[in-house]
């Protein structure tokens, strides 16, 4: 599995190695920080890090994947957000739902308009309110249409999935509002 994760990622970062010649020092460090931040996301998408639950008869995982990709968002910016929630979404969506990586680029997105006016906590909880449809259509359609299970069923593993997420985004952007307060005391910044 971690091969075929690099299988995905080798030719993005070949990519943009070969293009770094071309942007200023201020975009490297802004995609730097966002490669770092999905590559955190990633990690913490892996069991042992990532607890394994049951919803009825759907396999998920408890997880915090969500507190680097708004992390990114927050302090690099909307693009940088999108780069982390998109690439950090890799491991999960070859685990679980392909679709998550959409969830995860307008997540991290989101986060990074909401934080231009609001405060860490509050943009994490608004991207997220951006993101939640998104996640309860694709993964109703994931259940119908791929998984082939009846509509009752589907909706039996799709709510307690959205109170799961919803749980670890508040938590998610109780840690950022946090951290971020600690990485700007360090005067880091982008």
Sequence with gaps: MVVKLLYL??????????????????KVKV???????????NLLSVPPIAIPVTVGPFE??????????L?????????????????GGLYM??????????????LGYASGLFAKKLRPFFSGIL?????APYVVITDYIWFTLFQLKPQTVVWGIVVPIMIKLTIEVVVCSVLAEILIHFIKRARISF
Excluded: K, R, Y
């Excluded at 990519?15 to 020092?25: H, W, Y």
């Excluded at 995609?31 to 996301?41: E, K, N, V």
């Excluded at 969506?93 to 307008?106: E, N, Q, R, T, V």
């Design 60 to 69: 998920t995982a408890i997880h915090f994947l969500q507190l680097p990709i």
């Design 31 to 41: 995609l730097t920080f966002a490669a770092l931040m999905a590559a955190l996301a």
């Design 9 to 26: 990622v080798l030719p993005l970062l070949h990519f943009v190695t070969l293009n770094l010649g071309e942007l200023d020092s201020m």
């Design 93 to 106: 969506s070859l685990m679980m739902i392909p679709f998550i990586i959409g969830g995860l680029a307008i």
């Design 71 to 87: 992390i990114s968002g927050i302090l690099a910016g909307p693009s940088a957000g999108l780069i982390a929630g998109a690439v």
């Design 127 to 131: 991207a997220w309110c951006v993101q």
